[in-house]
Nanobody, 121 residues
Framework: QVQLVESGGGLVQAGGSLRLSCAASGSIASVNAMGWYRQAPGKQRVLVASISSVGSTSYADTVKGRFTISRDNAKNTVNLQMNSLKPEDTAVYYC???????????????WGQGTQVTVSS
């Protein structure tokens, strides 16, 4: 089994910072891209940031310059440093990873359980 476990959400005032972490564990052969998505109430889940296995990053326009994604390939972890938070960043944040389990031939898409981020004005 493979699972993603997130941590680091919470309540913060506008202008503040939070750091989200996600660890992939289980029978993992390799991890490809990792990323963070978010879903605000009544809205679709959208990509916030992603990072390839070699460290190439991509960000949604709404978070560029404020959020930084990073990963540790040795630990199969991905982090999201969120600075200058705004009320519109309020959402449930989900970790995502493309993983090949040891018991499988191909890659599969895995999701964390989600962590709430609330930014007060």
């Amino acid at each position: 089994q493979v699972q993603l476990v997130e941590s680091g959400g919470g309540l913060v005032q506008a202008g503040g910072s939070l750091r989200l972490s996600c660890a992939a564990s289980g029978s993992i052969a390799s991890v490809n891209a990792m990323g963070w998505y978010r879903q605000a109430p009544g809205k679709q889940r959208v990509l916030v940031a992603s990072i390839s296995s070699v460290g190439s990053t991509s960000y949604a326009d709404t978070v560029k310059g404020r959020f930084t994604i990073s990963r540790d390939n040795a630990k199969n972890t991905v982090n999201l440093q969120m600075n200058s938070l705004k009320p519109e960043d309020t959402a449930v944040y989900y970790c995502n990873a493309i993983i090949r389990p040891k018991y499988a031939v191909g890659m599969s898409n895995y999701w964390g359980q989600g962590t709430q981020v609330t930014v007060s004005s």
